[in-house]
């Protein structure tokens, strides 16, 4: 199911390697296969009209993104979440209830006899890696656009705002049998040329043993190492959904080691006919990961149930991103997705203004 004018994303050598796409540099780690891709000397004038649509396409979502969420990073140079830094800054008087006390000093609590803190300083230069989720469950969407879409609207937002301010972004990208890595470098040029590479790719296809989401945050988390901002943008939708909150899903243990050493934020992306079918009689399903088909007739016992499973495996995908301890954000193809992220920002931002607060003067403890 490729679209005529698409450029494939060139697929690496050994299966489950981290490939660059479009040629770019390999991964430092290893883990990356290099692979050579003609230049574009040979370009036809179909290719060229092709590549001027994607422009405009890029660019009205760089306006979109910039109009409405334009300063809401300007300042904060820990990226779209607020949080610690990496380098110690003034001490302060500890709060109960309030602070961390894995950052207490206990040298000026030593000498002063009152439990005091330690502040971070933020980071000058954040980096920020993206986990691409665009595996054939991506390709659907009966709303205002497909899901994946919305991964590459979702990851030219947090793109053109953590590089505002001159930071670094990288993305790693799930498609069919690999994981391939676009490296990460600042500026205007290089986002451009990794949402284009993004918004090319071909549509996924069935492929057998592929890797899945859990597979793919363990090689963005080992060949990452440098603290900083990830990001996962997916439908978190497993072959072998589970509907048991209490039970660990497969890329719930990733994602928790993940976090321990950078901030983590999980940005799920839903199409609203996952959650609820439309009384239309008999329908011929089709499962996108795995090719296989069935026809079935949705009577109103078969649309309960299902709408009962599909609030049941979002609940557990809820559960299971809070026990990571990582920030969750929801994106719907049917809903203004610039709106939810600006209310997701700013109700992170009061958040941490709310633990991280500091205590009111001549305050004693």
């Known amino acids: 199911m490729n679209d005529e004018g698409r450029s494939r994303i060139p697929a690496a050598e050994p299966r489950r390697a981290a490939s660059p796409i479009a040629g770019k540099e390999p991964d430092p780690s290893g883990r990356t296969a290099t692979r050579s891709v003609a230049s574009g000397t040979d370009r036809t004038a179909t290719r060229s009209v092709a590549l001027s649509t994607a422009e405009q396409a890029l660019r009205r979502l760089e306006l979109t993104i910039v109009r409405r ?6 300042g904060a140079y820990q990226g779209l979440l607020p949080g610690p830094g990496s380098e110690f800054g003034d001490s302060r008087v500890y709060v109960p209830g309030e602070d961390d006390i894995r950052r207490m000093d206990w040298a000026v609590t030593a000498r002063t006899t009152v439990p005091h803190v330690r502040d971070l300083v933020a980071d000058r230069e954040l980096e920020t890696w993206a986990l691409a ?3 054939p469950s991506m390709d659907f969407g009966t709303a205002d656009m497909e899901k994946r879409d919305l991964v590459v609207a979702a990851i030219g937002a947090i793109g053109f705002l953590a590089g505002r301010i001159g930071n670094r972004f990288g993305t790693y990208v ?5 994981v391939h890595r676009m490296p990460a470098r600042s500026g205007r040029p290089a986002l451009y040329g990794l949402l284009h590479s993004l918004m090319e790719a071909p549509r996924g296809r069935a492929v057998t043993d592929a890797p899945d989401l859990a597979e793919a945050i363990e090689v963005m988390a080992s060949a990452r190492r440098r603290r900083g901002l990830r990001v996962i943008v997916s439908d978190f939708l497993d072959p072998d959904p589970t509907l048991d909150p209490t039970l660990e899903l497969p890329w719930e ?5 993940l976090a321990a050493h950078h901030q983590v934020m999980a940005v799920e992306v839903i199409d609203p006919r996952e959650l609820e079918l439309p009384a239309v009689g ?3 399903l ?3 990961e795995s090719g296989r088909s069935r026809q079935i007739q949705l009577t109103p016992k078969i649309r309960l149930a299902y709408a009962e499973a599909a609030a049941a495996q979002r609940a557990a ?3 299971a991103l809070r026990r990571c301890g990582v920030a969750h954000l929801v994106l719907r193809t049917d809903r203004d997705w610039v709106f939810d992220i600006a209310q997701f920002v700013l109700r992170q931002r009061r958040m941490a203004y709310l633990t991280h607060r500091h205590p009111r003067s001549g305050a004693t403890r």
């Open 133 to 135: 989720d665009l595996s």
């Open 317 to 319: 995908t809820q559960t």
């Open 69 to 74: 969420l334009d300063g809401l990073l300007q």
């Open 282 to 284: 008999l329908v011929n």
């Open 286 to 288: 089709i499962d996108p």
């Open 174 to 178: 799930l498609h069919d049998e690999y």
């Open 253 to 257: 243990r990733p994602i928790r080691r």
